[in-house]
């Protein structure tokens, strides 16, 4: 037994080019655009039914609403026929207008698509009463069927792009507001009052505490980086992630300081309520600043620097004592720079001779001669607590 043939798929039938129709189909089309436009009205009423049955948000736009954009639809074809063409273009150009107009208004991508499926439902049911009025050729009339419901599918994929366009102007708009939320809470331009009020817009509690962070960031592909860093590191999704560039920082407002941030340096602040943390964001920024002039990474408090934030201030009185202890060492030829990073790591490790050999892979007693040659030189006594720590302030705001 023989298999059976498949099916064959029908012809799909496009519209000709209307300029070239036969004299018999010109004037079925003329009559039929004549009975058209008297039937306006009809068409706007039978998609205003077939809206209120089948599409649920629509229900946010009044009747003259929906009939007045089923008969701007109508128009369209009835325009476009009139003038020998084929609509396709001139329903992109007013599909997309009012896609855009209806997705703003908050209608779902499904229900636009929907409600364009039903509209072109209705449109051809119309056409075919009209046809049979006046006598359209059959092939003409299969030939609008197919080329409107091959639009439709078209027309799916305009819904989508506009869908996506609004979704990122939405997420565009949302980052603006965050980052200038962030950004007058960080730097304390926000009043108490404001800063309680607009909260709980970006789900926070006025009466919690939370942690300001500051990082640097020297392109925008390294602050996006870091940026995801800290979102992943507190568990947060980044584009709900509080972030502003305020100067040269990034500061961050976060309900918890992040356990691990890979090899960025992130400075944290303590943990305050929200109308506070400007307090703490300047704290975060000068934990940053000193932890970069020491190469530091990780996540940095004010507490781990010790007394480092110090060594950056007050240039005056440095260069007068590096002027009064430094000159003789710097004069000291190439041997200096030995001499100046023993005597540093010297007091790194708490002035064990041991320690200072095992890191410089030096015998002890050239650790000895060089922390001696360095006194002699400087004329700091590091067995004087004053020489001790003018000479570690000295060294690490020159290693800085």
Request: aromatic share 6%; charged share 25%; glycine share 4%.
């Amino acid at each position: 037994m023989e298999p059976e043939p498949p099916t064959a798929w029908p012809v799909l039938r496009r519209m000709p080019d209307l300029a070239t129709l036969e004299e018999q189909t010109r004037t079925a089309v003329d009559a039929a655009v004549a009975r058209l436009c008297l039937l306006r009205d009809v068409f706007a009423d039978r998609f205003l039914v077939l809206a209120r049955r089948h599409l649920p948000s629509y229900e946010v736009l009044p009747d003259d609403d929906v009939k007045a954009s089923a008969q701007r639809f109508l128009d369209v074809l009835i325009s476009e026929l009139n003038s020998q063409r084929v609509p396709d273009d001139a329903l992109r150009e007013v599909l997309w207008d009012h896609a855009h107009e209806r997705a703003a208004r908050g209608i779902p991508l499904d229900d636009l698509a929907l409600g364009y499926k039903l509209g072109s439902r209705a449109m051809l049911s119309l056409l075919d009463e009209v046809a049979a009025e006046v006598a359209m050729p059959s092939a003409f009339l299969l030939a609008a069927h197919d080329s409107t419901w091959e639009f439709a599918n078209e027309a799916s994929g305009i819904f989508a792009r506009i869908q996506h366009e609004l979704a990122l102007e939405r997420a565009h708009f949302d980052a603006e507001r965050r980052a200038t939320f962030a950004a007058g809470v960080l730097s304390g331009s926000f009043p108490a009052e404001q800063i309680n009020c607009d909260a709980q817009a970006f789900g926070l509690a006025p009466q919690s505490s939370y942690v300001a962070l500051a990082a640097r960031a020297e392109t925008p592909d390294d602050a996006e980086t870091i940026r995801r860093t800290v979102a992943s590191a507190v568990q947060v999704s980044v584009d709900r992630l509080l972030l502003a560039r305020i100067g040269p920082a990034l500061g961050f407002i976060v309900q918890r300081v992040p356990e691990s941030v890979g090899r960025h340096l992130v400075a944290a602040g303590p943990s305050l309520p929200l109308d506070q943390l400007a307090k703490g964001f300047d704290e975060a920024v000068l934990t940053l600043e000193t932890a970069r002039q020491f190469a530091m990474s990780g996540v940095v408090h004010l507490a781990d620097l010790g007394p480092r934030p110090l060594v950056l201030g007050d240039a005056h009185t440095a260069e007068r004592l590096s002027a009064r202890h430094l000159t003789a060492l710097e004069r000291a030829g190439r041997s200096n720079g030995e001499i100046e990073v023993t005597a540093r790591i010297y007091l790194e490790c708490d002035q064990d001779v041991g320690e200072v050999a095992r890191r410089l892979a030096v015998h002890p007693n050239t650790v000895r001669y060089r922390v001696n040659r360095f006194q002699q030189l400087t004329q700091l006594d590091l067995r004087r607590t004053e020489d001790l720590v003018t000479t570690w302030w000295l060294l690490n705001r020159r290693r800085s």
